[in-house]
């Protein structure tokens, strides 16, 4: 299972890091992505990272939201910057595709003056 944490209220314009711990090895895991889901709306992918490091991102958050990993700690990271209100969601990470054993609880990012 992956738990994902680091989220919190922050203001417009704002920034947050994410991490997402796994219990076990990710690095065979190709690509690692980070998932969002708002309060009536569909989980959506918004970012997601290669084992090699190749990076894709939703058009609503390129250019503000920026994933890493790394495979030795079992570790990916989003670092979000200028952020928007219409970025409030629950935050998950998962491989991508997802993998249903491998969701978590998720961690909530509200975006908010």
């Known amino acids: 299972q992956l738990q994902a944490s680091g989220g919190g209220l922050v203001q417009p314009g704002g920034s947050l890091r994410l991490s997402c711990a796994a219990s076990?090895?990710?690095?065979?895991?190709?690509?690692m992505g980070w998932y969002r889901q708002a309060p009536g709306k569909q989980r959506e992918l918004v970012a997601r990272?290669?084992?090699?490091?190749?990076?894709g991102y939703s058009d609503s958050v390129r250019g503000r939201l920026t994933i890493s990993r790394d495979n030795a700690k079992n570790q990916v990271f989003l670092q979000m910057d200028s952020l928007k209100p219409e970025d409030t969601a629950v935050y998950y990470c998962?491989?991508?595709?997802?993998?249903?054993?491998?969701w978590g609880q998720g961690t909530q990012v509200t975006v908010s003056s």
């Open positions: 998962n491989a991508f595709p997802s993998i249903i054993t491998l």
């Open positions: 076990g090895n990710i690095f065979s895991i190709n690509f």
């Open positions: 990272v290669s084992r090699g490091g190749s990076v």
